[in-house]
């Protein structure tokens, strides 16, 4: 098992950046691919970034590619989000998670934070 505590969201404007954290504890943090899935109200949660257990490959959603970076510190067992350009469409809840690969599709991931919200305004 492994535990996830996303922290890093809020408020901005748009067109600034914010930065989620997503700390990880209990069963070692690189035996997971790690994830990034965000869910806005009314709407199903969709996937945002992907990284695997080195952080040598990452995979984006079209919406978020070029503006969002996402990384890991194994040796922190923390993994980020670097969101940048944020526009009013990215308001969300954003999820970290923990699965086995690298995949687009929620159910694949096994272990998920609580969330944290990022609103942006116009």
């Known amino acids: 098992q492994v535990q996830l505590v996303e922290s890093g969201g809020g408020l901005v404007q748009a067109g600034g950046s914010l930065r989620l954290s997503c700390a990880a504890s209990?069963?070692?943090?690189?035996?997971?691919?790690m994830g990034w899935f965000r869910q806005a109200p009314g709407k199903e949660r969709e996937f945002v970034a992907a990284i695997s257990r080195s952080g040598s490959s990452t995979r984006y959603a079209d919406s978020v590619k070029g503006r969002f970076t996402i990384s890991r510190d194994n040796a922190k067992n923390t993994g980020y989000l670097q969101m940048n350009s944020l526009k009013p469409e990215d308001t969300a809840v954003y999820y970290c998670?923990?699965?086995?690969?690298?995949?687009?599709?929620?159910?694949?991931?096994?272990?998920w934070g609580q969330g944290t919200q990022v609103t942006v305004s116009s």
């Open positions: 998670a923990a699965g086995a690969a690298i995949v687009v599709v929620s159910t694949r991931y096994d272990h």
């Open positions: 209990g069963r070692t943090f690189t035996s997971y691919v």
